[in-house]
């Protein structure tokens, strides 16, 4: 009889995670390097030169990027020989450790969205692995990046603002999430901090959770 291996614990997950992430970025900003120079016969070299600045740009920059990014995860665990395996389309992005997560990067400013996305209704898992960083170029010099686990939200306030599903098109716009203070404790930190009062006013709450950024 086969018995079947224990699930990680997110806080396992988040350690090999926090591991892996520096050299995803690092891969991320080399493909981002090289491809650019393909795709633009040499004209664009970099995320703004090709998207531009402002406006809806950052909506049009997170779209190129996760799709690049996603894979050097997975190649960059493989280095490093950690148990992170990339499974798109089936509900779920990845399995770390055995366990499964979907991946949310997102290059948005607001401190108190931890990811944005489409098709979100779509995933099948509690654990959301969110990545958010501050771009420059090519380059991302800070960011935050968390597990929200959604299966322990006591708040309806918590999760996804579900307009994408209740509409009944879930490829029509976008979602995102944000957690009600009363559930930091769905939250755990790879890199960067959260905090639940207005930033340098310790003394005055939020409704949700905010994000502060690190340098990597």
């Given at each position: 009889?086969?018995?079947?291996?224990?699930?990680?614990?997110?806080?396992?997950?988040?350690?090999?995670?926090?591991?892996?992430?520096?050299?995803?970025?690092?891969?991320t900003t080399?493909?981002?390097?090289?491809?650019?120079?393909?795709?633009?016969?040499?004209?664009?070299?970099?995320?703004?030169?090709?998207?531009?600045?402002g406006g809806?740009?950052?909506?049009?920059?997170?779209?190129?990027?996760?799709?690049?990014?996603?894979?050097?995860?997975?190649?960059?665990?493989?280095?490093?020989?950690?148990?992170?395996?990339?499974?798109?389309?089936?509900?779920?992005?990845?399995?770390?450790?055995?366990?499964?997560?979907?991946n949310k990067?997102?290059?948005?400013?607001?401190?108190?969205?931890?990811?944005?996305?489409?098709?979100?209704?779509?995933?099948?898992?509690?654990?959301?692995?969110?990545?958010?960083?501050?771009?420059?170029?090519?380059?991302?010099?800070?960011?935050?990046?968390?597990?929200?686990?959604?299966?322990?939200?006591?708040?309806?306030?918590?999760?996804?603002?579900?307009?994408?599903?209740?509409?009944?098109?879930?490829?029509?716009?976008?979602?995102?999430?944000?957690?009600?203070?009363?559930?930091?404790?769905?939250?755990?930190?790879?890199?960067?901090?959260?905090?639940?009062?207005?930033?340098?006013?310790?003394?005055?709450?939020?409704?949700?959770?905010?994000?502060?950024?690190?340098?990597?």
């Amino acid at each position: 009889m086969t018995v079947a291996s224990p699930l990680p614990t997110t806080q396992q997950q988040a350690d090999v995670l926090k591991k892996i992430l520096p050299g995803a970025i690092k891969r991320t900003t080399d493909k981002l390097d090289n491809a650019l120079l393909i795709l633009t016969e040499g004209e664009d070299s970099n995320l703004d030169d090709f998207f531009g600045i402002g406006g809806n740009t950052t909506v049009d920059k997170t779209k190129f990027l996760a799709p690049i990014f996603n894979p050097s995860l997975a190649s960059q665990a493989k280095d490093m020989g950690f148990n992170y395996i990339k499974e798109e389309a089936v509900g779920y992005d990845a399995k770390c450790l055995n366990g499964e997560i979907e991946n949310k990067l997102s290059l948005g400013k607001d401190s108190a969205q931890f990811a944005t996305g489409n098709n979100h209704s779509k995933s099948k898992v509690d654990k959301i692995f969110c990545v958010k960083l501050e771009q420059v170029g090519n380059i991302f010099p800070s960011g935050f990046a968390c597990i929200v686990d959604l299966s322990k939200a006591q708040h309806p306030d918590t999760g996804f603002n579900d307009t994408v599903t209740k509409t009944g098109k879930n490829n029509n716009g976008f979602a995102s999430l944000k957690v009600h203070v009363s559930d930091v404790g769905c939250i755990t930190e790879i890199h960067g901090k959260v905090r639940t009062h207005v930033k340098g006013r310790p003394n005055s709450p939020t409704d949700y959770v905010q994000i502060d950024y690190a340098d990597f």
